[in-house]
């Protein structure tokens, strides 16, 4: 990836769009610092309860356990009381859920001197940036944005895009509500689309 002091810590950003493979490649992140026997920590929001409360779990089926939490402090507290000097990764998984804390707590554990993933949708349904996704990969050593295939054309599908009752969600619509295929489907920015 890239070159580094054995203590020093780093941010890596991965984002993008639903059905875009951010989990399947923060699982793979995880699965090889296991593999190379590093302790690890992984969180994911108690809002994403799609497939498993506590299992991060991609579209593919690949899974990896974590501990649900409903805020930074919840993360906070289980570092401290966890925490000891050989974690080498944290990971965090659907980033956009938590509040502005979580920012500062990402940037105070690679000044730490640790690794943290985080994973995150980086657009909401209606295409504009998530604050939290958009501070952090400004943030961070290394960002990988990936890209779905299109539902309508087959084209790089960098957006997700919201149906309810089989039309385009409304622009008033509430900006969080947790689903995959049932509410949701990548799209390009040609075929993305907003309800009025």
């Known amino acids: 990836m890239f070159a580094h002091c054995s203590d ?12 875009s493979g951010k989990s399947e490649e923060l699982i793979r992140r995880v699965v090889r610092a296991k593999y190379a026997k ?16 506590e299992k991060i779990v991609s579209h593919r089926g690949n899974q990896i356990l974590a501990v649900p939490v409903k805020s930074v402090q919840d993360i906070k507290y289980l570092i401290d009381k966890d925490m000891t000097r050989d ?11 938590f509040d502005d804390r979580i920012i500062d707590l990402v940037e105070n554990l690679a000044n730490q001197g640790k690794r943290v993933v985080i994973a995150g949708l980086d657009q ?57 295929t049932d509410f949701y489907e990548p799209r390009c920015r040609d075929c993305h689309q907003i309800g009025n």
């Open 8 to 19: 020093q810590g780093w941010i890596e950003a991965i984002v993008g769009g639903m059905f």
């Open 38 to 53: 590093q302790k690890v920590l992984i969180f994911k929001h108690s809002l994403d309860s799609r497939f498993d409360k």
């Open 87 to 97: 974690v080498k990764l944290i990971a965090i998984d659907e980033v956009q859920f």
């Open 124 to 180: 909401d349904f209606k295409g504009d940036p998530f604050h939290i996704t958009a501070t952090i990969m400004a943030k961070a050593e290394s960002v990988d944005k990936l890209n779905a295939i299109c539902a309508v054309c087959g084209a790089l599908a960098s957006r997700s895009q919201r149906i309810v009752n089989g039309k385009p969600a409304n622009a008033k619509d509430p900006i969080f509500m947790p689903g995959a």
